[in-house]
Nanobody, 124 residues
Framework: QVQLVESGGGLVQAGGSLRLSCAAS????????MGWFRQAPGKEREFVSA????????YNADSAKGRFTISRDNAKNTVYLDMNKPKPEDTAVYYC?????????????????WGQGTQVTVSS
């Protein structure tokens, strides 16, 4: 059975840095595009970043460009989100998601598997 487990969330000061990790099991990791989404209280789940299974092609939401970097280590079945200079408005629960294939969709309904989420709180 597929499991995605996020870690690395917590409290961070604005302008600092934080690395989120998502460890996957139960799937052929390199065959899956991986995405990061976030959901703040009272808001819809929104796309942050995604990375293709191999070759490393990535796509970022405008809110993430220049600040967040997605990467993956297929040998460790892990995808990362490096958050640099986060802002208070980045406060949310961050989820990783997996989708088999080459596409990098931004709609959460197009992803097959989800982690339980990790809370990120950015203080001003």
């Amino acid at each position: 059975q597929v499991q995605l487990v996020e870690s690395g969330g917590g409290l961070v000061q604005a302008g600092g840095s934080l690395r989120l990790s998502c460890a996957a099991s139960g799937l052929t990791f390199s065959n899956y595009a991986m995405g990061w989404f976030r959901q703040a209280p009272g808001k819809e789940r929104e796309f942050v970043s995604a990375i293709r299974g191999s070759a490393g092609l990535t796509y970022n939401a405008d809110s993430a460009k220049g600040r967040f970097t997605i990467s993956r280590d297929n040998a460790k079945n892990t995808v990362y989100l490096d958050m640099n200079k986060p802002k208070p408005e980045d406060t949310a629960v961050y989820y990783c998601a997996a989708r088999q294939g080459l596409l990098l969709p931004t709609r959460h309904r197009e992803y097959e598997y989800w982690g339980q989420g990790t809370q990120v709180t950015v203080s001003s």
